[in-house]
């Protein structure tokens, strides 16, 4: 088999397949973000200092309050379909998740321009700081959830999904042997390794380190090689330059891939830890988000 004909064969194998999920809430959440920013400069003063929109007590901003709150009341039904019997028929849960992130992000984002970024009571100021409090935590989660998810709305994948996965990836690697076999023993020995982590945290930033450096060394390691025996053999000329580029892709594209997958495997514990220890924090914040922001309307009402 020629280095094209072998190009193409390995590519085609290796190919992966579409993944699940979407990216664009990363794009939505820098959009708030982005917001929220431009409000404080604008509410607290820095960009327009002699001119007042409205107040928190005036018809803006309290509807503006009242908006932001229905919303994290009904982000709160998430939980209730997950765990409640009589709500399993209510809707795909992925779906009322996903309304679950996005109300988790207006809602905060509506009260923040209610308070025109400004805390002018104790408590006001506790409960934005529950608030505050329970954002950050859910955009914690949502990191971890989709680390041990396929994809952000995906079912949760096993360590045995990522260890199939593993068998997969490191099915080709045998091709190292014929020019690279120092390539081939880095890999093993990583993988090895990467299989006695037990998932504390020093296994998990060593795993981490190891990752990125084999990503960047192995692939120059390879180039290095193939060049050197291009060279020797004259097959850096013409055509068979161009295979050889090619094949070199191939196998710097699955010498990463194999990486990633080892990594994977070997930090599913840890991250499967903090997902557990994140709904213990989670949780009792989220009933303190309740309790003040039910006593800061009624407080705002009565005085």
């Avoid at 690279?180 to 880095?186: K, S």
Wanted: hydrophobic letters at 45%.
């Amino acid at each position: 088999m020629n280095a094209q004909a072998q190009t193409a064969h390995f590519v085609e194998r290796r190919k992966p397949g579409p993944r699940p999920g979407s990216p664009h809430w990363k794009w939505f959440l820098l959009a708030v973000t982005l917001a929220l920013l431009g409000g404080y400069l604008i509410f607290s003063g820095h960009l327009l200092p002699d001119r007042k929109f409205y107040k928190p007590g005036d018809s803006v901003g309290y509807n503006l309050g009242l908006s932001g709150g229905l919303m994290m009341l009904i982000m709160l039904f998430y939980p209730v379909r997950k765990r409640f019997r009589f709500m399993k028929d209510r809707g795909l849960l992925p779906t009322w998740f996903r309304w679950h992130m996005v109300l988790g992000i207006l809602g905060p984002a509506l009260v923040m321009f209610h308070s025109t970024f400004v805390i002018h009571s104790v408590n006001a100021g506790v409960a934005l700081v529950c608030m505050m409090l329970v954002s950050g935590s859910g955009i914690f989660g949502r990191f971890i959830y989709t680390k041990i998810h396929s994809g952000l709305y995906g079912r949760q994948v096993t360590l045995k999904d990522l260890q199939d996965e593993m068998a997969r990836t490191g099915s080709y690697n045998r091709a190292f042997l014929v020019f690279a076999p120092e390539i081939e023993r880095a890999l093993e020995q990583f993988r090895a390794r990467a299989e006695q982590s037990q998932g504390g945290l020093t296994d998990f930033v060593s795993t981490e380190w190891q990752a990125r450096t084999l990503t960047q060394s192995l692939p120059q390691e390879l180039h290095r090689v193939m060049r050197a025996q291009a060279h020797e053999n004259h097959w850096d000329t013409g055509s068979m330059k161009q295979n050889l580029d090619e094949l070199y892709e191939a196998y710097a594209t699955h010498i990463r891939t194999y990486i990633v997958s080892i990594r994977n495997v070997a930090q599913y514990r840890t991250y499967a830890r903090l997902l557990a220890l994140w709904h213990i924090f989670h949780i009792p914040l989220v009933y303190m988000l309740v309790f003040s922001g039910i006593y800061h309307v009624i407080a705002v009402h009565m005085y």
